[in-house]
């Protein structure tokens, strides 16, 4: 599943008033035919801690564009977006961010279109280069040898001119006469050999053939000579043709189709009816469309019967128009019960004096049904109303602006 973040935005004050009042997002669906859902979680940051406040799940058809607005008035808050594509890179859905001010004014800090949010994938750019380290030590490798010495230079050019000639030095004195050998020279050495005299004239005559002698007996047979070496390898003979390709083995039987992630939804509408002033009491709803098993309408439309050991994702918009005029909501509660007991689906609460005076309450979140069956599920309410003086005030559910959605995840 692609996982994408705003990250956390800081909204301190200025001016005693925070920039950001309203987060608006916008999702759309670029696949031409397939349909996606998305996850929307909002968080707001305060004394250290993430406190989620809102948390949706929407369907997208192809080419569908979703709009949400959400309260963002917090120092600090965090928009967190699942869908069930396997990376950031192949998901269809495109989302952006803006945060606005009380006016409606966009607020350019507080702008995220798609590319800008943080994926479990997304890398930041490349940095800059950095320095260039220090030259390392000089490695202890060995001299290599002298290279050979090159040729000579040229001989350089004569000079100008002969030198002059110098003075000629004074004769030196006469040296003195030697002494005279000893005795007589010694005897010379003996001459060389004289040539050899020539061969004298003819050779003897040949004397006649001896008679033939006994031929001698046959000698025996001699040992068997060594095996001779073996002769040169032939060559390998050409290679033989293919054979037949053999027979394409059966197809394997199809495997069983897995399960739809949400292929289990319903959608309920309240019925026209007073919320309940004096206890929490079941809301009455109508089954507007139910997709699959294991989501039923039960108990004349007060409860929901939900399968045991599964993961649900509880959504509801609950609208009330108030009478007589300048009447309004005190208190409002929204109670989710699940087997008679509460659990931690908190509303948002909007309260508007424009055409008929109403107040909207709205919420969602997962819940985990336990493993007895049945697991029921029921939608309980109690205001307290002020009205003019003298008047019972009363709000009454609007069925075309309310609804309970329901989808099993697992």
Same mark, same amino acid.
């Given at each position: 599943?692609?996982?994408?973040?705003?990250?956390?935005?800081?909204?301190?004050?200025?001016?005693?008033?925070?920039?950001?009042?309203?987060?608006?997002?916008?999702?759309?669906?670029?696949?031409?035919?397939?349909?996606?859902?998305?996850?929307?979680?909002?968080?707001?940051?305060?004394?250290?801690?993430?406190?989620?406040?809102?948390?949706?799940?929407?369907?997208?058809?192809?080419?569908?564009?979703?709009?949400?607005?959400?309260?963002?008035?917090?120092?600090?808050?965090?928009?967190?977006?699942?869908?069930?594509?396997?990376?950031?890179?192949?998901?269809?859905?495109?989302?952006?961010?803006?945060?606005?001010?009380?006016?409606?004014?966009?607020?350019?800090?507080?702008?995220?279109?798609?590319?800008?949010?943080?994926?479990?994938?997304?890398?930041?750019?490349?940095?800059?280069?950095?320095?260039?380290?220090?030259?390392?030590?000089?490695?202890?490798?060995?001299?290599?040898?002298?290279?050979?010495?090159?040729?000579?230079?040229?001989?350089?050019?004569?000079?100008?001119?002969?030198?002059?000639?110098?003075?000629?030095?004074?004769?030196?004195?006469?040296?003195?006469?030697?002494?005279?050998?000893?005795?007589?020279? &010694?005897?010379?050495?003996?001459?060389?050999?004289?040539?050899?005299?020539?061969?004298?004239?003819?050779?003897?005559?040949?004397?006649?053939?001896?008679?033939?002698?006994?031929?001698?007996?046959?000698?025996?047979?001699?040992?068997?000579?060594?095996?001779?070496?073996?002769?040169?390898?032939?060559?390998?003979?050409?290679?033989?043709?293919?054979?037949?390709?053999?027979?394409?083995?059966?197809?394997?039987?199809?495997?069983?189709?897995?399960?739809?992630?949400?292929?289990?939804?319903?959608?309920?509408?309240?019925? &026209?009816?007073?919320?309940?002033?004096?206890?929490?009491?079941?809301?009455?709803?109508?089954?507007?469309?139910?997709?699959?098993?294991?989501?039923?309408?039960?108990?004349?439309?007060?409860?929901?019967?939900?399968?045991?050991?599964?993961?649900?994702?509880?959504?509801?918009?609950?609208?009330?128009?108030?009478?007589?005029?300048?009447?309004?909501?005190?208190?409002?509660?929204?109670?989710?019960?699940?087997?008679?007991?509460?659990?931690?689906?908190?509303?948002?609460?909007?309260?508007?004096?424009?055409?008929?005076?109403?107040?909207?309450?709205?919420?969602?979140?997962?819940?985990?049904?336990?493993?007895?069956?049945?697991?029921?599920?029921?939608?309980?309410?109690?205001?307290?109303?002020?009205?003019?003086?003298?008047?019972?005030?009363?709000?009454?559910?609007?069925?075309?602006?309310?609804?309970?959605?329901?989808?099993?995840?697992?």
């Amino acid at each position: 599943m692609a996982h994408l973040s705003t990250g956390p935005i800081e909204n301190n004050p200025v001016s005693g008033v925070r920039p950001t009042q309203q987060v608006t997002v916008k999702i759309d669906n670029r696949s031409m035919d397939t349909a996606s859902t998305v996850s929307i979680q909002g968080y707001h940051l305060s004394a250290g801690t993430r406190v989620l406040y809102v948390s949706e799940l929407h369907p997208l058809s192809a080419n569908q564009v979703l709009t949400r607005n959400y309260y963002a008035d917090f120092d600090a808050f965090e928009f967190v977006f699942v869908t069930p594509s396997t990376s950031e890179d192949s998901d269809p859905l495109q989302i952006s961010v803006w945060g606005k001010s009380s006016s409606g004014q966009l607020v350019t800090a507080h702008r995220l279109v798609s590319e800008e949010l943080l994926g479990e994938h997304n890398g930041g750019g490349i940095g800059p280069t950095g320095e260039i380290g220090p030259t390392g030590p000089t490695g202890a490798g060995m001299t290599g040898p002298q290279g050979t010495t090159g040729p000579g230079g040229a001989t350089g050019p004569t000079g100008p001119g002969a030198g002059a000639t110098g003075n000629t030095g004074a004769t030196g004195p006469g040296g003195v006469t030697g002494p005279t050998g000893p005795g007589a020279g &010694a005897t010379g050495a003996t001459g060389l050999r004289g040539v050899t005299g020539p061969t004298g004239p003819g050779a003897g005559a040949t004397g006649g053939t001896g008679a033939r002698g006994v031929t001698g007996t046959t000698g025996a047979t001699g040992l068997t000579g060594a095996t001779g070496l073996t002769g040169v390898t032939g060559l390998t003979g050409a290679t033989g043709l293919t054979g037949v390709t053999g027979l394409t083995g059966a197809t394997g039987l199809t495997g069983v189709t897995g399960p739809s992630i949400v292929g289990n939804n319903a959608y309920f509408e309240p019925n &026209a009816s007073p919320i309940s002033t004096t206890g929490y009491l079941p809301i009455a709803f109508s089954q507007i469309y139910n997709n699959g098993t294991g989501i039923s309408l039960t108990g004349g439309g007060q409860s929901v019967t939900l399968q045991p050991n599964s993961i649900y994702y509880v959504s509801f918009e609950i609208r009330t128009n108030l009478t007589p005029p300048a009447s309004e909501v005190t208190v409002g509660e929204i109670l989710v019960n699940l087997n008679s007991a509460a659990i931690g689906i908190n509303p948002l609460g909007e309260q508007s004096s424009s055409g008929p005076l109403a107040f909207t309450l709205g919420g969602g979140g997962m819940i985990r049904t336990g493993a007895t069956s049945p697991q029921e599920l029921s939608i309980r309410a109690l205001y307290t109303l002020q009205g003019p003086t003298g008047s019972t005030p009363v709000a009454t559910l609007v069925p075309s602006r309310s609804n309970l959605s329901i989808f099993q995840i697992m």
